[in-house]
């Protein structure tokens, strides 16, 4: 079993594999621009970002009801616990759905009833972030906070997410305010592909607890101090980083770096069905290509119990935490020759 970990920087909108999306088409009469799930996959191949978001938000037109949301949470929740995830933190655009007339409710109330029984069914506990679409007007991410207060008692906090350049967090400070009155906890993300400046506008100005992504804090060294200083977590995605071209290859990806420099970072997937693997992959792959070893895996499922928003139940945190401290990397008779211990066991099919 790979090592336990949390995910933190998860959207449930990139976990739509091939056959789910063709499942929920046919079910909901939906027709998609593809003749079945071989030319779906090959499609998800896109070497580009622009190529990524017309695939991205051109098949979030199959998902309808709540039954959808709840299956497509479902899905990633098996496939995330077949990968060591024990605890996960979830995020979901709203406005990608209230734009295309799906109320706020269904997703929500969607997404929450897989949630709830996540823990039943597959042994991951949860928590779900609303984010707000950043190249969207500052007035559509209110609108949508407001349309959502009839549903806090299921969300957590409150994310920003999509085109970060030309977006800088100031343009929400106001939402995040009104967040913050609320009781969200605040995350955003920043200096993935803008600057080192958004990170630090969205600690200031936004009041974030977690940055995601992060990447480009390296190239401001005072501000490397600072996250070190007062231990902000950084939500990496290094898949998800080759695949969108922020680094060319995994091998250059700055996490070794990050790491010795005292950042407390984590890894993620971000939006695994187009990226090319879940949290386990992740893992396997910065092992593999960064020459980590076990005890610098063991950090980073550490720091993702710790950044975790789990001050409601420190009891479960501690109870995680005692479970990465006793993972024993050493490969066992149960191992096949050959396999990597933290590579993951193969995932269910994505549609029951
Ligand atoms: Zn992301």
Request: glycine content about 8%.
């Amino acid at each position: 079993m790979p090592i336990p970990k949390a995910e933190l920087h998860l959207h449930i909108e990139g976990t739509l594999e091939p056959e789910l999306a063709f499942a929920l088409a046919a079910r909901n009469g939906v027709e998609l621009p593809f003749a079945d799930t071989g030319e779906l996959r090959a499609a998800y191949a896109f070497t580009d970002l622009q190529s990524f978001l017309d695939l991205y938000y051109g098949l979030m037109a199959v998902l309808r009801t709540e039954e959808d949301f709840a299956e497509l949470a479902d899905a990633y929740l098996a496939r995330a616990a077949a990968q060591g995830v024990r605890h996960a933190e979830i995020f979901f655009d709203p406005q990608a759905h209230t734009a295309r007339g799906v109320p706020m409710g269904t997703v929500v109330e969607g997404l929450g009833r897989a949630l709830e029984r996540s823990e039943e069914r597959h042994g991951v506990s949860t928590r779900l972030i609303m984010c707000f679409l950043r190249d969207e007007p500052a007035e559509s991410a209110l609108a949508t906070l407001r349309e959502a207060e009839p549903y806090l008692h299921r969300i957590t906090g409150v994310g920003l997410d999509s085109a970060e350049v030309g977006n800088p967090p100031s343009k929400f400070r106001e939402v995040y305010e009104a967040a913050a009155a609320l009781g969200l906890r605040r995350v955003a993300h920043a200096g993935e592909e803008g600057p080192a400046a958004y990170v630090r506008e969205a600690l200031d100005v936004l009041g974030v607890e977690r940055v995601d992504h992060g990447l480009r804090v390296m190239e401001d060294p005072g501000l490397v101090e600072r996250l070190v200083r007062e231990r902000v977590p950084l939500t990496l995605c290094p898949l998800s980083n080759v695949r969108l071209r922020a680094v060319d290859v995994l091998a250059e990806h700055p996490l070794p770096r990050m790491m010795a420099a005292g950042l407390m970072c984590t890894v993620n997937s971000d939006d695994p069905a187009y990226f090319g693997g879940y949290a386990g992959d992740n893992f396997t792959a910065v092992r593999r290509e960064l020459d980590l070893g076990d005890e610098q895996l063991r950090e980073l499922a550490r720091n993702s119990f710790l950044a975790s928003f789990l001050e409601d139940d420190e009891e479960r945190r501690a109870r995680y935490l005692a479970e990465v401290e006793a993972y024993d990397f050493a490969p066992t008779a149960a191992v096949p020759a050959g396999r990597d211990p933290e590579d993951p066991v193969p995932a269910p099919a994505a549609s029951r």
